[in-house]
C-alpha cells in the first residue's frame, strides 16, 4: 500500500533517541524543553508547551480562558474534529462557519453573522479558533479584527499548518494562543504529540501546570483543582528535535509533490488542485485535488480505483455541521465547505513518496479520468 501520509523517521532520530534512552531518560529529560524552545523560535512566539496531542494543546487553550457551558466558540465548519472535540469537553457549544473558497480557512464574512447566531440562541461567545487547513494559512487578520471588536480572543487550530508561512510569519503568528499537531502523518512527527504557543507567560504558566495534572509543590501529590496528564515524553520530544532540523527541506518535498500532480493532471477536463492563497507559502502537508462535474468519475470512484490498485487516498475533512453529532449545533452557511467535501480527494503525499510510485499513481488516475 502506498500511504498518504507516512512519516519520515532516519539516522538523526534513532541518534537523538539512543541518546535519551542511553541517558535514562524515557519520560521526562531535556529533550522535551529543547524541542520546546526550538519550537518557540520556529514560530516567533515567546512561549512553548509540549503536549500529548494538537487537540490536548487546545483543550488546554480553551480551559485557560475558563470557557463553560452557556458560551460559544466559533469554528470552521471544514476541520478535523479534534479541532472542535475540545469545545465539547469544556461543556461549551460550537457554533460553525463557512471557508473560504481561497484558503478553505474560517471566512471573515461569516463571523459577523456567526456573532449574531450565537447570541439568538442565549450564548455568549467567548472565543474564535479558526484553522490552518492542509497546511495553508487562513485569512487571520481580519479575523483578527473582527474578534478584537467583540472583545474576544483568537485562539488558532494550526494541527495541519507546521512549516507553512503567511506574509513571512510562521503559521499561528498574530493569535492569543495557537495549536499544532505531530500526528504520525503529519510533516514534522513524533508519532503522537502536539505543541501550546504563545507569548503571555502567565497563560503558558498555567497551562504547564494544568498540563502535568494541577500538581501543586509538595513532596507528596498535593491537588486544589484537577488537571491532565497532557505532558510529552522525552523519546517523543528527541524525534521531534530531530525532524524540525528537516522541516525546510520536508515542506519543499511536499511541495514539489504537489507541483508534480498540478503539472501532470490539471489538463484533464474538471480537474482543479487546491489553491495558494496571496502572502501564504502552503505547506501542501496534504496533496489535495478537486473533480468537478464535468470530471469522468467522481471523486469516491477515483478514490476506489487508487485502493484496487493499493494506493491510498481520503476525501476531504467531512463539514462539522454535516457530523450526526452535531446536526442541531447552530450554524452560518456551509455551501463552500459542503462543496469541497463533495469534489474533494487527498493524493498520496509523503516526503518518501518515490518518483516511480507517484508516477504510477499520475498514470492510473489519467486512466481512470480519459
Same mark, same amino acid.
Given at each position: 500500500?502506498?500511504?498518504?501520509?507516512?512519516?519520515?523517521?532516519?539516522?538523526?532520530?534513532?541518534?537523538?533517541?539512543?541518546?535519551?534512552?542511553?541517558?535514562?531518560?524515557?519520560?521526562?529529560?531535556?529533550?522535551?524543553?529543547?524541542?520546546?524552545?526550538?519550537?518557540?523560535?520556529?514560530?516567533?512566539?515567546?512561549?512553548?508547551?509540549?503536549?500529548?496531542?494538537?487537540?490536548?494543546?487546545?483543550?488546554? $487553550?480553551?480551559?485557560?480562558?475558563?470557557?463553560?457551558?452557556?458560551?460559544?466558540?466559533?469554528?470552521?465548519?471544514?476541520?478535523?474534529?479534534?479541532?472542535?472535540?475540545?469545545?465539547?469537553?469544556?461543556?461549551?457549544?460550537?457554533?460553525?462557519?463557512?471557508?473560504?473558497?481561497?484558503?478553505?480557512?474560517?471566512?471573515?464574512?461569516?463571523?459577523?453573522?456567526?456573532?449574531?447566531?450565537?447570541?439568538?440562541?442565549?450564548?455568549?461567545?467567548?472565543?474564535?479558533?479558526?484553522?490552518?487547513?492542509?497546511?495553508?494559512?487562513?485569512?487571520?487578520?481580519?479575523?483578527?479584527?473582527?474578534?478584537?471588536?467583540?472583545?474576544?480572543?483568537?485562539?488558532?487550530?494550526?494541527?495541519?499548518?507546521?512549516? $507553512?508561512?503567511?506574509?513571512?510569519?510562521?503559521?499561528?503568528?498574530? $493569535?492569543?494562543?495557537?495549536?499544532?499537531?505531530?500526528?504520525?502523518?503529519?510533516?514534522?512527527?513524533?508519532?503522537?504529540?502536539?505543541?501550546?504557543?504563545?507569548?503571555?507567560?502567565?497563560?503558558?504558566?498555567?497551562?504547564?501546570?494544568?498540563?502535568?495534572?494541577?500538581?501543586?509543590?509538595?513532596?507528596?501529590?498535593?491537588?486544589?483543582?484537577?488537571?491532565?496528564?497532557?505532558?510529552?515524553?522525552?523519546? $517523543?520530544?528527541?524525534?521531534?528535535?530531530?525532524?524540525?532540523?528537516?522541516?525546510?527541506?520536508?515542506?519543499?518535498?511536499?511541495?514539489?509533490?504537489?507541483?508534480?500532480?498540478?503539472?501532470?493532471?490539471?489538463?484533464?477536463?474538471?480537474?482543479?488542485?487546491?489553491?495558494?492563497?496571496?502572502?501564504?507559502?502552503?505547506?501542501?502537508?496534504?496533496?489535495?485535488?478537486?473533480?468537478?462535474?464535468?470530471?469522468?468519475?467522481?471523486?469516491?470512484?477515483?478514490?476506489?480505483?487508487?485502493?484496487?490498485?493499493?494506493?491510498?487516498?481520503?476525501?476531504?475533512?467531512?463539514?462539522?455541521?454535516?457530523?450526526?453529532?452535531?446536526?442541531?449545533?447552530?450554524?452560518?452557511?456551509?455551501?463552500?465547505?459542503?462543496?469541497?467535501?463533495?469534489?474533494?480527494?487527498?493524493?498520496?503525499?509523503?516526503?518518501?513518496?518515490?518518483?516511480?510510485?507517484?508516477?504510477?499513481?499520475?498514470?492510473?488516475?489519467?486512466?481512470?479520468?480519459?
Amino acid at each position: 500500500m502506498i500511504p498518504l501520509s507516512a512519516p519520515e523517521v532516519g539516522a538523526r532520530e534513532q541518534a537523538l533517541v539512543a541518546e535519551a534512552l542511553a541517558a535514562g531518560d524515557v519520560a521526562m529529560g531535556p529533550q522535551v524543553a529543547a524541542f520546546e524552545t526550538a519550537f518557540a523560535a520556529l514560530t516567533g512566539r515567546a512561549h512553548a508547551l509540549a503536549v500529548s496531542s494538537g487537540t490536548a494543546a487546545l483543550h488546554l $487553550a480553551l480551559r485557560l480562558l475558563d470557557l463553560k457551558p452557556g458560551e460559544a466558540v466559533i469554528c470552521p465548519t471544514l476541520t478535523f474534529m479534534g479541532g472542535v472535540a475540545p469545545v465539547i469537553y469544556q461543556g461549551a457549544t460550537p457554533v460553525f462557519a463557512d471557508v473560504d473558497p481561497v484558503t478553505w480557512g474560517l471566512d471573515p464574512a461569516c463571523l459577523p453573522e456567526a456573532f449574531d447566531v450565537a447570541g439568538a440562541r442565549g450564548l455568549s461567545v467567548r472565543a474564535v479558533v479558526p484553522a490552518d487547513l492542509y497546511g495553508q494559512c487562513c485569512d487571520i487578520g481580519p479575523i483578527l479584527d473582527i474578534a478584537a471588536d467583540r472583545g474576544v480572543p483568537v485562539i488558532l487550530d494550526s494541527a495541519e499548518a507546521v512549516g $507553512a508561512t503567511l506574509n513571512g510569519r510562521h503559521a499561528g503568528a498574530g $493569535a492569543l494562543m495557537a495549536a499544532y499537531s505531530f500526528n504520525g502523518n503529519k510533516i514534522i512527527t513524533t508519532g503522537g504529540g502536539g505543541m501550546l504557543v504563545s507569548d503571555d507567560a502567565a497563560l503558558m504558566e498555567r497551562a504547564r501546570y494544568l498540563s502535568t495534572a494541577a500538581r501543586r509543590p509538595a513532596v507528596h501529590y498535593e491537588h486544589d483543582e484537577v488537571g491532565y496528564n497532557y505532558r510529552l515524553g522525552a523519546v $517523543a520530544a528527541a524525534i521531534g528535535l530531530a525532524q524540525l532540523e528537516t522541516l525546510e527541506a520536508r515542506v519543499a518535498r511536499r511541495r514539489a509533490v504537489f507541483e508534480s500532480y498540478r503539472a501532470a493532471l490539471s489538463d484533464l477536463p474538471g480537474v482543479r488542485f487546491a489553491p495558494e492563497g496571496p502572502g501564504r507559502l502552503h505547506s501542501r502537508w496534504l496533496s489535495v485535488m478537486l473533480l468537478g462535474p464535468d470530471a469522468r468519475v467522481t471523486p469516491d470512484a477515483l478514490r476506489l480505483a487508487l485502493h484496487a490498485e493499493g494506493i491510498e487516498s481520503r476525501p476531504v475533512w467531512k463539514p462539522m455541521h454535516l457530523q450526526p453529532v452535531f446536526q442541531d449545533a447552530p450554524r452560518v452557511g456551509g455551501a463552500v465547505a459542503e462543496s469541497l467535501f463533495a469534489h474533494g480527494l487527498c493524493l498520496p503525499s509523503s516526503t518518501t513518496l518515490t518518483e516511480a510510485d507517484q508516477a504510477r499513481i499520475i498514470a492510473i488516475i489519467r486512466g481512470e479520468l480519459t
